[in-house]
Nanobody
Framework: QVQLVQSGGGLVQAGGSLRLSCAAS????????MGWFRQAPGKEREFLAA????????YYADFVKGRFTISRDIGKNTVYLQMNSLKPEDTAVYYC?????????????????WGQGTQVTVSS
């Protein structure tokens, strides 16, 4: 089992920044990748970014490139999402996710564990 605990998020004005954190505990020795997704009301969960745990290779959705940055601290088993130039349309519940297996990191179905979600609200 793996437990994911998210922190960060909250209310920010448009153009502002936030950093999300997600700490993994439990059977983390087989981490293949971790990712971030979000879900806005009435919309499906969408991929934002992912990072291959060992190599550090990063993957981004086109609409966040240049604004969001994913990083990880292997020693702390923690993944981060730095979000800059936030827009009202970025308002959503943000989730981190953990996967053991290989496969495309942008597919939500490929992740084995999920964080509890954290609300990000961007005001105009």
């Amino acid at each position: 089992q793996v437990q994911l605990v998210q922190s960060g998020g909250g209310l920010v004005q448009a153009g502002g920044s936030l950093r999300l954190s997600c700490a993994a505990s439990g059977r983390t020795f087989s981490t293949r990748a971790m990712g971030w997704f979000r879900q806005a009301p009435g919309k499906e969960r969408e991929f934002l970014a992912a990072i291959a745990w060992s190599a550090g290779t990063t993957y981004y959705a086109d609409f966040v490139k240049g604004r969001f940055t994913i990083s990880r601290d292997i020693g702390k088993n923690t993944v981060y999402l730095q979000m800059n130039s936030l827009k009202p349309e970025d308002t959503a519940v943000y989730y981190c996710a953990f996967k053991y297996n290989s496969g495309p990191p942008m597919e939500a179905n490929g992740y084995n564990y999920w964080g509890q979600g954290t609300q990000v609200t961007v005001s105009s």
